[in-house]
């Protein structure tokens, strides 16, 4: 694996530099305005500007050849692609702030960098399709309501559990967190654990999803916590209940199937780009949910994340490259369809495109339905208060409601921090 890639960009839990042909002492590409026209004298037409592309190098095989062919495949503008191999968020950071300037970048939107003004926003972009979007995952592009980011492909996490497993134990998938913790305790034997989420008892993975299987969010009106209410307590001392059920010291962590695929667990939380190896192995002895409500009042959840395509806003031709992401990521769903799918099982952003990809199945209406993302107001530094909190919840039985609420007053200093 590389030391950049989508899964690190995921995780969160963000040289020699290619600028731009021509010179940066003139605007390139946009002729000076003239009064020299007259009748019957022909305007010329304008030159395509230049714009430089950025992306941080994927694993797949056929990606660089892919979006090399998408940007020569462009007539409005000449685009440069730069694939950036090893530790690409420092050379886009150096790059952000000191140039050559990238025009058109892949990352993730962080309110860092809409404070220093170095994103262009793209409202106007996809204003025409902004239904065709998961809310959430728009939500996780926005600060100060302005959109800064266009998703490019989609990334999620699922429970996947053992058709036949199930079946013999009399179990039912799980929908809500006891029948979760009832299922497995009853899946547990023979060897054999009820549920995998991480060798650190899910700490890490469902934080996010415990606070929404509640109903509630990590950050509300784009200011405050969103989860500083007794029933995120609740959620999380579900996760210390399925003690025993759990399984611990696993040779790979939970987005590995390995685990699931070898029979050591009835039930894993993983990523759904595990789909094609597991249905290799498996066939059709499996199914997948989303991560189960907490009760009536809460909600089922699937995290939903994945890279956006921005605009800089030092490049010297802002409206070309708006026009190049509008044309590449919303009018090229060729493209879109192809970029998500052909290299790796990863989803369409826009949920029109989902619809096409038929390999999807039950995981694209998951996502339509219930997909979450966080936003850029939740730091590394909120994530890390609200991981450790649960994980001493999980692991040594710690009180819920005290933890919780030093996660609270920890987050609250973050987003003070922000705000300042």
Request: aromatic letters at 8%; charged letters at 20%.
């Amino acid at each position: 694996m590389r030391k950049t890639s989508r899964r690190a960009f995921l995780a969160l839990a963000g040289t020699t530099i290619l600028s731009a042909c021509g010179s940066n002492t003139v605007q390139r590409g946009n002729p000076p305005p003239s009064t020299a026209y007259s009748a019957g004298v022909t305007r010329p037409k304008p030159k395509p500007v230049d714009l430089a592309q950025w992306y941080h190098p994927y694993p797949e095989a056929g990606v660089q050849e892919a979006v090399t062919r998408y940007a020569a495949a462009y007539q409005k503008s000449k685009v440069a692609v730069q694939w950036n191999p090893d530790d690409y968020e420092t050379k886009l950071n150096a790059a952000l702030q000191a140039g050559p300037v990238p025009d058109v970048f892949e990352g993730q939107v962080t309110v860092e960098r809409v404070r220093q003004n170095l994103l262009v926003p793209l409202d106007d972009v996809i204003g025409p399709v902004r239904g065709d979007f998961n809310p959430s995952v728009l939500a996780a592009q926005t600060v100060d309501g302005k959109l800064y980011g266009i998703p490019q492909a989609l990334d999620t996490q699922v429970l996947f559990y053992r058709k036949s497993f199930l079946q013999e134990a009399g179990v039912q998938p799980p929908q809500t967190l006891d029948e979760l913790v009832d299922a497995a305790k009853k899946l547990s034997k023979d060897g054999v654990k009820g549920l995998f989420a991480g060798n650190d008892a899910g700490a890490a993975a469902l934080a996010g999803p415990l606070v929404w299987s509640a109903g509630l969010d990590h950050i509300k009106d784009g200011k405050s916590v969103g989860f500083d209410d007794p029933r995120t307590a609740t959620a999380f001392a579900k996760l210390h209940e399925l003690n025993g059920s759990l399984l611990l010291g696993a040779a790979t962590d939970w987005p590995d199937p390995l685990p699931f695929i070898d029979g050591l667990t009835a039930m894993q939380w993983t990523w759904l780009w595990n789909l094609p190896k597991i249905q290799d192995t498996l066939k059709d002895d499996f199914g997948v949910l989303a991560f189960p409500r907490l009760d009536a009042a809460g909600a089922p959840s699937v995290p939903v994340g994945g890279l956006s395509s921005m605009v800089h806003a030092k490049s010297l031709n802002p409206n070309a490259a708006k026009d190049f992401v509008k044309w590449l990521w919303l009018e090229r769903v060729d493209f879109q369809q192809e970029f998500a799918t052909k290299f790796g099982f990863h989803l369409p952003a826009r949920l029109s495109v989902l619809d096409k990809v038929t390999a999807a199945g039950d995981a694209a209406k998951l996502i339509k339905e219930n997909g979450r993302a966080t936003g850029p107001l939740w730091t590394p530094a909120a994530n890390t208060a609200l991981v450790d909190a649960l994980g001493r919840i999980a692991r040594d039985g710690a009180d819920p409601a005290t933890e919780t609420k030093a996660a609270v007053e920890a987050v609250k200093a973050e987003l003070g921090r922000l705000s300042a």
